[in-house]
């Protein structure tokens, strides 16, 4: 399941190269891209194990509608697992493999498994995710599992993600009020609120690019490589923590740890981005339509 949006093509052609021997089906959901069309597919024609799907919208419907569109095809062709992938992402060599013998062990261990993905390191620097839990309201790393790469967490990047339809059938389908941002974190909440458990593996890894730009900063007498998105996600970021925040299964230590984060996140760059009043101004928005009970995708951006 393969969300683009204006993607750069010659990574998307990486992207879908890297997973095709790894899945039975491609499906990509076009979220009316400019710089996309179904003739652009025509080179992977002689892929014979894989077929590839390309669905275009004549919108931009964002994350959740768009994997709920590939998601219904998905289970309706019979398939029983879904890979979650952007156009930003590479998979790793044999990672779903890994991560479907992970699930398959977890399993046989009688856990309730929702949905399991891999590390990701960051292309442009190289470094390497680490699973994260919420504990006594601020996130930390998750700790390794007795004698094993596979680590209980509470929420996972979705791109790379490998859900049961088992568990999609339980929890239901991504939330496509949020339109980006958080989405993935929601259903992992969600999931993990009904019962479930989600789990991240080591040694299954991924490539991925995390912001738009990446800058070097001075913060707190040190160096740092910080992603800087778009503006209007900011609007996103902080009017979905704000909706999250609202509802009850969401835990309250979630809660706490992401209020926090958002205010380090509005000090940070009110204090070293030129340009602090834009991103400033889409975090306040963001927070008023939150507090307003305001979802799906705002007009203006």
């Avoid at 040694?203 to 503006?231: D, N, T, Y």
């Avoid at 900011?234 to 926090?260: C, D, H, Q």
């Amino acid at each position: 399941m393969l969300v683009t949006y204006n993607p750069n093509t010659e990574a998307l052609r990486t992207t879908i190269q890297a997973v095709l021997e790894q899945v039975a089906d491609v499906f990509i959901i076009d979220n009316s891209s400019s710089n996309f069309s179904s003739n652009w597919l025509d080179k992977f024609e002689d892929q014979a194990n894989t077929k590839l799907h390309l669905l275009p919208q004549e919108k931009n419907l964002g994350i959740g509608s768009a994997h709920n569109i590939g998601i219904k095809l998905a289970i309706a062709q019979g398939a029983k697992f879904i890979l979650l992938l952007d156009q930003d992402s590479q998979v790793g060599a044999e990672m779903v493999i890994k991560l479907h013998t992970a699930y398959t062990a977890l399993i046989e261990k009688g856990l309730q498994v929702a949905a399991i993905g891999p590390q990701y390191h960051d292309v442009d620097n190289g470094a390497l995710s680490q699973f994260v839990k919420t504990e006594r309201g601020r996130f930390v790393f998750s700790e390794y599992g007795d004698n094993t790469d596979i680590v209980d967490t509470d929420f996972l990047v979705s791109s790379g993600s490998l859900l049961t339809v088992t568990a999609l059938n339980l929890v239901g389908l991504m939330d496509e009020e949020l339109f980006i941002d958080l989405v993935d974190t929601e259903w992992c909440l969600r999931a993990k609120a009904k019962g479930l458990q989600v789990f991240g593996l080591r040694g299954a890894v991924m490539a991925h690019s995390l912001g738009e730009q990446r800058r070097e900063v001075c913060w707190l007498f040190r160096k740092r490589i910080v992603p800087f998105h778009k503006h209007f996600r900011y609007y996103y970021m902080f009017r979905n923590s704000v909706l999250l925040s609202r509802r009850s299964y969401i835990p309250w230590g979630w809660k706490i740890a992401e209020i926090t984060r958002c205010l380090k996140t509005a000090i940070f760059f009110g204090w070293v981005a030129e340009d602090r009043w834009q991103r400033l101004q889409m975090m306040y928005v963001g927070v008023l339509d939150g507090l307003k009970g305001i979802s799906g995708k705002r007009a203006d951006l």
